[in-house]
């Protein structure tokens, strides 16, 4: 009996869509129904045109202005970051080079303090060589 019922609703869906559809073309088929359609649709063209105009003249912005704003907004962040990664590298390189720095005078020193050992020890090993 489950399937006599799937059957029967299904064959009285399809007989509905069916009547739907011939309804729907018939309608659409209707010179009247047509005209007061397209008649609607420019009638909405109009207002949305006059819409725009009307807030171009009280200087805001259509959702057309904002939308295209929104995405240049968007496209401006994504440079500032780039922008923001780029100063980071630059940043990292410049303390790189400060600590490379730091530590080149460090060796400098450490290589005139080691050439003033150098000097001592030569004139010791000169005095001890003298003496003995």
């Given at each position: 009996?489950?399937?006599d019922q799937n059957g029967i609703r299904g064959r009285v869906t399809r007989q509905g869509e069916e009547a739907i559809g011939k309804?729907?073309?018939d309608l659409l088929k209707n010179p009247l129904l047509s005209g007061t359609l397209s008649a609607a649709f420019d009638a909405r063209e109009r207002a949305t045109r006059a819409q725009e105009i009307a807030m171009s003249a009280l200087n805001l912005p259509s959702a057309a202005d904002i939308d295209r704003l929104t995405?240049?907004?968007r496209s401006v962040s994504q440079r500032i970051e780039g922008l923001e990664e780029?100063?980071?590298r630059i940043s990292d390189r410049l303390d790189h080079s400060r600590e490379t720095a730091a530590l080149e005078q460090r060796m400098e020193k450490m290589e005139k303090r080691l050439a003033s050992i150098d000097r001592t020890l030569t004139r010791l090993?000169?005095?001890f060589s003298a003496t003995g």
């Amino acid at each position: 009996m489950n399937g006599d019922q799937n059957g029967i609703r299904g064959r009285v869906t399809r007989q509905g869509e069916e009547a739907i559809g011939k309804l729907a073309q018939d309608l659409l088929k209707n010179p009247l129904l047509s005209g007061t359609l397209s008649a609607a649709f420019d009638a909405r063209e109009r207002a949305t045109r006059a819409q725009e105009i009307a807030m171009s003249a009280l200087n805001l912005p259509s959702a057309a202005d904002i939308d295209r704003l929104t995405r240049r907004l968007r496209s401006v962040s994504q440079r500032i970051e780039g922008l923001e990664e780029g100063l980071e590298r630059i940043s990292d390189r410049l303390d790189h080079s400060r600590e490379t720095a730091a530590l080149e005078q460090r060796m400098e020193k450490m290589e005139k303090r080691l050439a003033s050992i150098d000097r001592t020890l030569t004139r010791l090993d000169k005095k001890f060589s003298a003496t003995g």
